[in-house]
């Protein structure tokens, strides 16, 4: 069973931050927190991942809490082209571990 | 990042007949590769994992006689739906990790989106 909780759905501008939040209240010490995304009909993408510290790339940001028990992505300037289901995901590092995908947040990025 | 290709991308096949499924990792050696279903408006399914030189590992209730994987090399893991129904239609995706080197991350293939009529 997947071991996070996500919104089911959130809209945001066209320009705006879009924060997508993540409950994994059960997560363990050896667990990275993975985001990916998938636009319609293709395989999932891969966004960032983190252990506890707060990571930036290209793509996106990462906030986890300092108890690990939550998290957000944020995408810092939304386009249209980041209209997608985006899941958050728990994973042991190291381990080859299957993903593990809950139902993720469909993400609407409106003009 | 990492590349990973599924052939074909889209295939329709008549009731009863088999269908092979190819993944491959074009610029790594993928070690596990994971299969994955994927039915309309809903999340990825995990069906399986396949290592390289052994036997799948499937999860619970996926049928091993009916959805045949092979892992024979660090490139290729190919899944075969054999005597296909209409309710196997499904977007049929994989993902592929390497142990060692890019195991930070998993990477998927495009998909497959199979019909059965």
């Known amino acids: 069973d997947a071991k996070t909780t996500q919104p089911t759905s959130m809209d945001c501008a066209e320009g705006r931050a879009a924060n997508l939040p993540c409950n994994h209240s059960t997560i363990s010490g050896n667990e990275y927190v993975y985001w990916y995304r998938q636009i319609h009909s293709q395989g999932p993408q891969y966004i960032i991942h983190?252990?506890?510290n707060n990571e930036t790339n290209e793509m996106a940001s990462l906030i986890i809490t300092e108890d690990r028990k939550s998290s957000t992505l944020i995408l810092p300037h939304a386009t249209l082209r980041d209209t997608a289901v985006y899941y958050c995901i728990v994973r042991a590092y190291n381990q080859g571990g299957k993903l593990i995908f809950g139902q993720g947040t469909e993400l609407s990025v409106k003009p | 990042g990492a590349v990973v290709s599924q052939h074909p991308s889209r295939v329709i096949c008549k009731s009863g007949t088999s269908v092979k499924i190819e993944c491959r990792s074009l610029?790594?050696?993928?070690?596990?590769m994971f299969w994955y279903r994927q039915f309309p408006k809903q999340s990825l399914m995990l069906m399986a994992t396949?290592?390289?030189?052994?036997?799948?590992?499937?999860e619970q209730g996926v049928e091993k006689d009916k959805f045949l994987i092979n892992h024979a090399s660090l490139t290729l893991s190919t899944l075969t739906v054999t005597s296909a129904h209409p309710e196997d239609s499904s977007f049929y995706i994989c993902?592929?990790?390497?142990?060692?080197?890019?195991?930070?991350?998993?990477?998927f293939g495009q998909g497959t989106r199979l019909t059965v009529v």
């Open positions: 396949s290592n390289e030189g052994s036997k799948a590992t499937y």
């Open positions: 610029d790594f050696q993928a070690t596990t």
């Open positions: 993902s592929a990790n390497s142990w060692g080197t890019r195991n930070t991350e998993a990477f």
């Open positions: 983190g252990l506890k």
